[in-house]
């Protein structure tokens, strides 16, 4: 299924809670789906991380070579970081060890093969001249997000993972103009169903 890889797909507020992101609906059997079933849309969604998360990749671009190829390793540092993380949101912040040697892992195969860089806490991928491996970047993405566990949520609307960055931790929502406005609406809508009926059986 083609996906259109707008900003809002992006509201996780790090690359690597983004992919996680990329299975939909998950925990519902029924309507879930994945949106890197076809690998194709690996590279697309590289290219828009590209623009929508240039601010954390300090302006390095992501570079596929071939999604195919790719495609395990990255959906491995997707699956281990959502089981990880969404634990630790669930938890208050609280990190399962049994979670963590497959996360750990899932994170060394992507930065494996790939040319060295230095790490900095103000520049986490390194050099923004050259492309970094969209693996890799999953990775550092990935690694970071343990040192900021106890700002980790899940969004009371659509089930994804984000980062509450607002100031006294009470986000509920992914994204306020998508999720916050449909669960206003969905309220909004449950008040005014008994009083409709009562007027439609009057």
């Known amino acids: 299924m083609a996906v259109t890889w707008t900003q809002h797909r992006f509201s996780g507020g790090a690359l690597a809670l983004d992919a996680a992101n990329t299975v939909v609906l998950r925990g519902d059997a029924a309507r879930t789906f994945d949106r890197f079933e076809d690998p194709a849309e690996i590279a697309l969604f590289a290219e828009a991380a590209t623009n929508f998360r240039a601010e954390e990749l300090g302006g390095r671009a992501l570079a596929v070579a071939d999604p195919h190829r790719i495609a395990p390793t990255v959906l491995a540092i997707r699956e281990t970081t959502d089981e990880l993380f969404r634990e630790a949101a669930a938890a208050e912040g609280t990190i ?8 750990l892992e899932a994170c060394a195969a992507g930065l494996r093969g790939h040319a060295s860089f230095a790490m900095a806490p103000e520049k986490l991928f390194g050099d923004p001249e050259t492309p970094i491996a969209l693996e890799a970047a999953l990775a550092v993405s990935a690694l970071s997000l343990l040192s900021r566990v106890r700002r980790l949520r899940i969004c009371r609307n659509c089930n994804w993972l984000f980062i509450d960055r607002s100031r006294n931790g009470s986000r509920l929502w992914c994204d306020m103009a998508v999720c916050g406005n449909r669960q206003k609406a969905r309220r909004h809508y449950r008040r005014r169903k008994p009083v409709t009926e009562e007027h439609e059986h009057a």
């Open 96 to 103: 399962r060890t049994a979670s963590l040697p497959a996360f």
